[in-house]
């Protein structure tokens, strides 16, 4: 890149962070230090601004940089994302939304452990939260590692790695000073921006073709060397029956993992009643779905003006696909409108990443100090407040994602976000409906469920060719690989659902009808509810 497209690029991404910093600073000089604040924001957004921030919170690097790159690299094999991702939005709001901001306070803990033995659930629930957030935390410090490099010229691996570190240590100033209020702002700012864009690219993509989709399809499907086979299925997940079985494996977990992401669950409490939680997802949807339309487009505009080649030279998991199609679109390299456009999507895409990544870090602080030090502490020791262990958990979280981060800087981010939604739907989402709809269900079953679905699904990607075994593998020089799939969905979810109902098969304790009773209610009528 040209020092021009450095130059911009990296002024814009200044303003956007002193933005943000300032957000944050004001937010935190006004806020009250309650816990019920720092986790949800005191309960006091509209379903509209909850709406944004959700979307917001939702559409993250992976949604920007990894899916255009895979589409742009795989064609209609790489829209799975795109309708995995929108589709799943349908079970949030049909089974969960609602139910989950009735029953709980802060945590998806919070909603099972209201009719079970609290210690063992908040611990499991706890350790899976933490988990699938560290994951998905992973994929976006790989965004901005590709989007830092390709700016400063694809070259330079410390440029990467000092990107990640950036990133990880303003989400942790983000969360540690301003708690829920500062992120969902910083989420609402980031929507309106990354919609501003990519309406643009969109835009600029079908005018560049007249606004024919077929002749953009065509020109798409010739400049990728497959010819009509771009536009069919099995380009990624065709080759044999592995790949097929894993284009399944995918699927499933994109379309159920959503409704067990713990940032997403989380931004149900900010709201103060369970129709508002409806309406902020029916807002997000709105949203989210024109956002993926978009993606498509995006896409198949990259592989039909950048190429497949081009796109691959610069980065082989494809996560640059946008920005060098906005080079495209501006006139190209060495254009003032190629620079402007790069350096506005640059930023962009780098804004996404910090809004994602402060919801997520304060996603899982908040399990980590609600549910896993809340059930741990020594009822007689010295106690810290819970929000003061937040703080201190979002600091070694972000030192994990940025240690993983570094890891996994050659995968692709969407990729990366599949294996995050495969262990959210295994270990949370059986949980939270056997909690939500199943009367017998018991403790012994809510801490089997939680950890037959986590355990699995993290073994089965450490066996996976993910891990090892193949040229795009983390470890390439070593082959331990023993699961053929690389999204292990498939196993892993019916694992956790089976263990949640064996669990409760195999349980000495009666079921608390109760208990359940009272959960029941409060959880369709609101009666109750924090």
């Not at 807002?283 to 950048?306: D, N, P």
Request: net charge positive; hydrophobic share 55%.
């Amino acid at each position: 890149m040209t020092g021009d497209h450095q130059t911009l690029a990296l002024l814009l991404f200044s303003v956007f962070v002193a933005v943000t910093l300032g957000i944050t600073t004001w937010v935190g000089r006004n806020r009250r230090g309650s816990a019920e604040e720092f986790y949800a924001g005191g309960r006091l957004f509209s379903p509209l601004e909850n709406g944004f921030a959700i979307a917001g919170d939702y559409m993250s690097a992976a949604s920007f940089l990894g899916i255009s790159g895979l589409i742009a690299l795989f064609g209609y094999d790489g829209m799975l994302y795109s309708v995995g991702f929108l589709v799943a939005w349908l079970v949030v709001l049909l089974l969960v939304a609602e139910l989950v901001r009735n029953c709980g306070r802060f945590t998806l803990a919070d909603v099972v452990a209201a009719r079970m033995a609290e210690r063992p659930v908040r611990i499991a629930a706890g350790a899976s939260s933490v988990t699938v957030s560290v994951l998905y935390l992973v994929a976006q410090m790989v965004g901005a590692g590709s989007l830092v490099a390709l700016l400063l010229g694809g070259t330079s691996d410390a440029a990467r790695a000092w990107t990640v570190i950036g990133v990880g240590a303003l989400m942790v100033v983000y969360v540690s000073l301003g708690g829920m209020r500062a992120t969902t702002w910083i989420q609402i700012v980031k929507a309106v921006l990354l919609m501003a864009g990519t309406i643009t690219l969109t835009v600029l993509v079908l005018v560049r073709f007249h606004f024919d989709i077929d002749q953009l399809l065509s020109t798409a499907a010739e400049r990728s060397g497959h010819g009509r086979d771009f536009l069919a299925p099995g380009l990624r997940y065709g080759g044999d029956w592995t790949s097929r079985v894993d284009f399944v494996s995918l699927g499933l977990a994109l379309v159920l993992g959503t409704a067990g992401l713990p940032h997403i669950l989380s931004r149900f409490y900010t709201v103060p009643t369970a129709r508002a939680a409806r309406r902020s997802v029916v807002w997000s949807i709105g949203l989210i779905g024109g956002f993926y339309l978009m993606t498509i487009v995006l896409g198949f505009g990259a592989a039909a003006l950048v190429g497949p080649g081009a796109v691959r030279a610069s980065n082989a998991a494809g996560n640059t696909a946008v920005p060098l199609l906005a080079l495209d679109l501006g006139g190209g390299a060495g254009s003032t409108g190629g620079t402007v456009l790069f350096a506005v999507v640059a930023a962009v895409a780098f804004a996404t990443i910090l809004a994602v990544v402060a919801g997520i870090t304060l996603a899982s602080s908040a399990s980590v100090a609600h549910d896993l030090y809340a059930s741990l502490r020594r009822p007689h020791g010295k106690q810290r407040s819970e929000v003061a262990v937040a703080r201190l958990a979002a600091a070694g979280i972000g030192v994990a994602a940025i240690g993983l981060g570094l890891l996994a800087r050659d995968l692709n981010v969407a990729f990366l976000v599949g294996l995050a939604f495969a262990v959210a739907a295994s270990a949370n989402l059986p949980v939270l409906l056997y909690s939500l709809f199943w009367r017998r269900f018991t403790t012994r079953g809510a801490v089997w469920s939680v950890y037959g679905g986590l355990v699995p699904a993290v073994l089965l990607v450490v066996v996976s060719p993910v891990v090892s075994g193949s040229p795009a593998s983390l470890f390439p020089g070593v082959d331990f690989q023993l699961f053929p799939l690389e999204n292990p969905g498939l196993v892993s979810i019916p694992l956790g659902f089976l263990a949640g109902w064996l669990g409760t098969a195999t349980s000495p304790e009666p079921p608390d009808e109760a208990r359940h009773a009272e959960t029941e209610v409060r959880a369709l009528t609101g009666a109750g509810a924090v």
